[in-house]
């Protein structure tokens, strides 16, 4: 079955760097493409950033020149590298894969890593 597993989430202070990894199984993962979301307490949940099969990326305002997300096909891995951390990106991060045109949405969702950034 599909599996997407978040790691290196954790505490950090504001100023500081986390990389996230996401290790992607049972499907065709050089063929989806895959993205990060977040969510916060009492919060929609929001992008943060995109990663098509070609490797071209996307970033809403908020999150460019701070937030890289890369991958890595031969290892099955997503990444987001996080600078500069702020309190606001305390969150739950997801990593998702596999858009569906019709529903609009990735498919597949990982069970989330908390990320705690404290002043």
């Known amino acids: 079955q599909v599996q997407l597993v978040e790691s290196g989430g954790g505490s950090v202070q504001a100023g500081g760097s986390l990389q996230l990894s996401c290790a992607g199984s049972?499907?065709?993962?050089?063929?989806?493409?895959m993205g990060w979301y977040r969510q916060a307490p009492g919060k929609e949940r929001e992008l943060v950033s995109r990663i098509t099969i070609s490797g071209s990326t996307e970033y809403p305002a908020s999150m460019k020149g701070r937030f890289t997300i890369s991958r890595d096909n031969a290892k099955r891995t997503l990444y987001l590298q996080m600078n500069s951390l702020k309190t606001e990106d305390t969150a739950v991060y997801y990593c998702?894969?596999?858009?569906?045109?019709?529903?609009?949405?990735?498919?597949?969702w990982g069970q989330g890593t908390q990320v705690t950034v404290s002043s």
């Open positions: 998702a894969a596999c858009m569906d045109w019709v529903l609009n949405d990735y498919k597949y």
């Open positions: 049972g499907y065709f993962f050089n063929g989806c493409g």
